[in-house]
């Protein structure tokens, strides 16, 4: 079976930082690009940030300078690092893979508020 968990989440003041994790299991994690989304509450699920296998990364101009998106091939480990945090980051932020695509952990929130 295919799991994604994600963590790290929680509350955080704005210009602060959160390191949020996600283990993989059930796929060829070594291969796999990953990716990073958030869903605000009443908004579409959007794309943050995306590794490939080769460590090639994307952002969304929204997070660029602010967020880095790493990978531990040897720990099935993905991670978004989060600096200077803005309230309008404020989400539940999901991994997800898409070379095996369809799947989603829980969720780890994220809330950036004074």
């Known amino acids: 079976q295919v799991q994604l968990v994600e963590s790290g989440g929680g509350l955080v003041q704005p210009g602060g930082s959160l390191r949020l994790s996600c283990v993989a299991s059930g796929i060829i994690f070594r291969i796999s690009t990953m990716a990073w989304y958030r869903q605000a509450p009443g908004k579409q699920r959007e794309p943050v940030a995306t590794?490939?296998?080769?460590?090639?990364?994307n952002y969304a101009d929204s997070v660029k300078g602010r967020f880095t998106i790493s990978r531990d091939n040897t720990k099935n480990l993905v991670y978004l690092q989060m600096n200077s945090l803005k309230p309008e980051d404020t989400a539940v932020y999901y991994c997800?893979?898409?070379?095996?695509?369809?799947?989603w952990g829980q969720g780890t929130q994220v809330t950036v508020s004074s």
């Open positions: 590794i490939t296998s080769g460590g090639s990364t």
């Open positions: 997800t893979s898409h070379t095996f695509t369809g799947y």
